[in-house]
């Protein structure tokens, strides 16, 4: 990180996150980020000037198609792929994961292996354990070690052979919010001759993605937990995606990239709205006082991302740490990059939904539950408390939203503890 740059402008950035208006502390990030004002301004601008189908050869829909290109342009050095048809768009990472494993499934065979994590969203596991039942390969899973919290590589040299095919995992747990040495993982994959599939949704809006740089195979996560819109990326290495089948009409040949994995074709108003992020993130590396190019300012952004969110996070973090009764599920502290500002905890002999609703009542947004990561509470045996309780921060949160929290739970305990 640059500690030579300016600081990074909290009213500036809440100013272009119209949601952040009224006062409501947005502390549910991880479920849907808020959204900002840039991406809005060119859904509407494409909707009302651009609507026209592509592909024909008057002026309109010949501009119509050059925006989605630059769409695809953009999201590609966003992602710093090598090709802007390695960018495959969808509706969420749920969906994509789907499109993928169902692309993959001709080349599975029995005796084939395909490992996952227990911590991932579900979406990076069922479909390929519906894969592995359809194909009759075998599935494996990498588990969280029960004490340290952590996905353990000795563990995952122990489930490698030369018969792994895939290796399904998240970039960064959105219950632990520890984040994984991905391009360590993409290494060992590779040695036995796999691929790593990796899913970012709770990375993404915290660091820089750089999919060239994770060794991924594949790399996939959600614009709107990303401040933009309820749309979402799948990258592919070039030469894994031309191998995969075409899922579009028949004409649609297997070396139409990315439109082959794209059956309807993508969402035109929502890639276009996608700009809007990196418009914002080079506009603060430039206010940062950051140079270079347009991924040097981003990375600039993101690293004053990263300070604001840990000064935050450890707001938090202090006050549950000693806070009796209270135990937090993952890192207890922020340090040297390894977690992202999601923090989960319960409360012994307290139904997290308790905590919640009463934080509900002071225009507080948190949330409980399982996320979505159902097999990792259950494991955890965090069910009987109903879930965890989860705040999830974004760099646009504030000290003093963090401290009124901090106020709200501590008597929400209080309270229930003494009944």
Same mark, same amino acid.
């Given at each position: 990180?640059?500690?030579?740059?300016?600081?990074?402008?909290?009213?500036?950035?809440?100013?272009?996150?119209?949601?952040?208006?009224?006062?409501?502390?947005?502390?549910?990030?991880?479920?849907? %980020?808020? /959204? +900002?004002?840039?991406?809005?301004?060119?859904?509407?601008?494409?909707?009302?000037?651009?609507?026209?189908?592509?592909?024909? %050869?008057?002026?309109?829909?010949?501009?119509?198609?050059?925006?989605?290109?630059?769409?695809?342009?953009?999201?590609?050095? +966003?992602?710093?792929?090598?090709?802007?048809?390695?960018?495959?768009?969808?509706?969420?990472?749920?969906?994509?994961?789907?499109?993928?494993?169902?692309?993959?499934?001709?080349?599975?065979?029995?005796?084939?292996?395909?490992?996952?994590?227990?911590?991932?969203?579900?979406? $990076?596991?069922?479909?390929?354990?519906?894969?592995?039942?359809?194909?009759?390969?075998?599935?494996?899973?990498? %588990?969280?070690?029960?004490?340290?919290?952590?996905?353990?590589?000795?563990?995952?040299?122990?489930?490698?052979?030369? $018969?792994?095919?895939?290796?399904?995992?998240?970039?960064?747990?959105?219950?632990?919010?520890?984040? $994984?040495?991905?391009?360590?993982?993409?290494?060992?994959?590779?040695?036995?001759?796999?691929?790593?599939?990796?899913?970012?949704?709770?990375?993404?809006?915290?660091?820089?993605?750089?999919?060239?740089?994770?060794?991924?195979?594949?790399?996939?996560?959600?614009?709107?937990?990303?401040?933009?819109?309820?749309?979402?990326?799948?990258?592919?290495?070039?030469?894994?995606?031309?191998?995969?089948?075409?899922?579009?009409?028949?004409?649609?040949?297997?070396?139409?990239?990315?439109?082959?994995?794209?059956?309807?074709?993508?969402?035109?108003?929502?890639?276009?709205?996608?700009?809007?992020?990196?418009?914002?993130?080079?506009?603060?590396?430039?206010?940062?006082?950051?140079?270079?190019?347009?991924?040097?300012?981003?990375?600039?952004?993101?690293?004053?991302?990263?300070?604001?969110?840990?000064?935050?996070?450890?707001?938090?973090?202090?006050?549950?740490?000693?806070?009796?009764? /209270?135990?937090?599920?993952?890192?207890?502290?922020?340090?040297?990059?390894?977690?992202?500002?999601?923090?989960?905890?319960?409360?012994?002999?307290?139904? %997290?939904?308790?905590?919640?609703?009463? /934080?509900?009542?002071?225009?507080?947004?948190?949330?409980?539950?399982?996320?979505?990561?159902?097999?990792?509470?259950?494991?955890?045996?965090?069910?009987?408390?109903?879930? /965890?309780?989860?705040? =999830?921060?974004?760099?646009?949160? =504030?000290?003093?939203?963090?401290?009124?929290?901090?106020?709200?739970?501590?008597?929400?305990? $209080?309270?229930?503890?003494?009944?």
């Amino acid at each position: 990180m640059n500690d030579t740059l300016n600081a990074l402008d909290i009213d500036y950035v809440r100013s272009q996150f119209p949601a952040l208006r009224d006062g409501y502390a947005f502390l549910d990030n991880a479920g849907g %980020s808020a /959204v +900002l004002r840039p991406v809005a301004e060119r859904i509407s601008d494409y909707l009302l000037s651009s609507a026209v189908q592509l592909g024909a %050869s008057y002026s309109e829909s010949v501009a119509a198609g050059e925006k989605v290109m630059q769409a695809r342009q953009s999201v590609a050095q +966003l992602i710093n792929a090598q090709y802007p048809e390695e960018c495959v768009m969808g509706g969420s990472t749920t969906h994509l994961l789907q499109i993928l494993c169902r692309a993959i499934a001709p080349s599975i065979n029995p005796g084939d292996e395909i490992i996952v994590t227990n911590c991932d969203h579900e979406a $990076n596991i069922g479909p390929w354990l519906r894969l592995c039942q359809e194909r009759g390969a075998t599935l494996k899973v990498w %588990s969280v070690n029960p004490h340290s919290m952590d996905l353990l590589l000795d563990d995952l040299d122990r489930l490698l052979t030369p $018969n792994t095919r895939y290796v399904a995992m998240t970039h960064a747990s959105n219950i632990l919010g520890s984040v $994984n040495p991905v391009a360590e993982v993409a290494r060992r994959v590779h040695a036995v001759g796999g691929k790593l599939c990796v899913d970012a949704v709770a990375y993404a809006p915290h660091r820089l993605v750089d999919v060239q740089a994770s060794g991924a195979d594949y790399y996939v996560f959600s614009f709107y937990k990303t401040f933009g819109p309820h749309f979402a990326v799948l990258w592919g290495q070039r030469d894994a995606l031309l191998a995969l089948p075409s899922l579009n009409h028949f004409f649609i040949g297997q070396e139409v990239i990315p439109y082959k994995l794209q059956p309807g074709n993508l969402n035109y108003e929502l890639s276009y709205g996608c700009i809007g992020i990196s418009d914002y993130l080079v506009d603060i590396g430039e206010r940062l006082g950051a140079s270079g190019s347009p991924r040097e300012q981003m990375q600039a952004a993101f690293d004053a991302f990263e300070r604001q969110e840990d000064l935050l996070a450890e707001i938090l973090l202090s006050f549950l740490r000693a806070k009796p009764g /209270v135990r937090i599920i993952g890192k207890a502290r922020v340090s040297d990059g390894e977690r992202v500002p999601t923090i989960s905890f319960v409360v012994e002999g307290v139904q %997290s939904e308790a905590i919640v609703r009463r /934080v509900d009542e002071h225009r507080m947004g948190i949330r409980f539950g399982d996320f979505y990561a159902r097999r990792l509470i259950e494991q955890l045996g965090l069910a009987p408390y109903g879930g /965890v309780v989860r705040v =999830s921060i974004a760099h646009y949160n =504030s000290a003093d939203e963090l401290h009124r929290l901090v106020e709200h739970l501590d008597q929400a305990i $209080n309270d229930l503890l003494a009944h």
